[in-house]
C-alpha cells in the first residue's frame, strides 16, 4: 500500500504563492499517476491537477490553468502542487492522491489513495 503525507499548507494573502508538497510512502508510487483534489467547506471535492507517473501527460482543471503547476520527483517519492495568484476561491482543503491507472479521469472514483488533506486559506 502506498501511504501520501501533504505539507506547504497555510495562510496567504490574495496573490501570494504556497507549494504543497507530497510525500509518498511505498513501492508502487513510481508507477502510479498522481493528483491534487481540493475541497472548499460544503462543496463537493473538486479536481485540481493530474500528472502521470513519468510526467508526460499532465492535465489542470480550467480554473486553474496559468496558475497552478503540478510536478513529480520520483527519486524523493514526492509530488507538488505550485500555486502562484493565489484568490479566496482558492481556500480548501488540499488532497494528493494516487491511481494505478494510466491516466486516470478528474474524479474522485478513479483514485485508490489518499492523504489526509492540508489547508489552504487564502485572504482577501
Known amino acids: 500500500q502506498v501511504q501520501l503525507v501533504e505539507s506547504g499548507g497555510g495562510l496567504v494573502q490574495a496573490g501570494g504563492s504556497l507549494r504543497l508538497s507530497c510525500a509518498a510512502s511505498?513501492?508502487?508510487?513510481?508507477?502510479?499517476?498522481m493528483a491534487w483534489f481540493r475541497q472548499a467547506p460544503g462543496q463537493e471535492r473538486e479536481f485540481v491537477a493530474v500528472?502521470?507517473?513519468?510526467?508526460?501527460?499532465?492535465y489542470y482543471a480550467d480554473s486553474m490553468k496559468g496558475r497552478f503547476t503540478i510536478s513529480r520527483d520520483n527519486a524523493k517519492n514526492t509530488i507538488y502542487l505550485q500555486m502562484n495568484n493565489l484568490k479566496p476561491e482558492d481556500t480548501a482543503v488540499y488532497y494528493c492522491?494516487?491511481?494505478?491507472?494510466?491516466?486516470?479521469?478528474?474524479?474522485?472514483?478513479?483514485?485508490?489513495?489518499w492523504g489526509q488533506g492540508t489547508q489552504v486559506t487564502v485572504s482577501s
Open positions: 492522491a494516487g491511481s494505478s491507472r494510466i491516466l486516470p479521469r478528474s474524479v474522485s472514483s478513479d483514485y485508490d489513495y
Open positions: 511505498g513501492r508502487t508510487f513510481t508507477r502510479n499517476s
Open positions: 500528472i502521470t507517473w513519468s510526467g508526460g501527460n499532465i
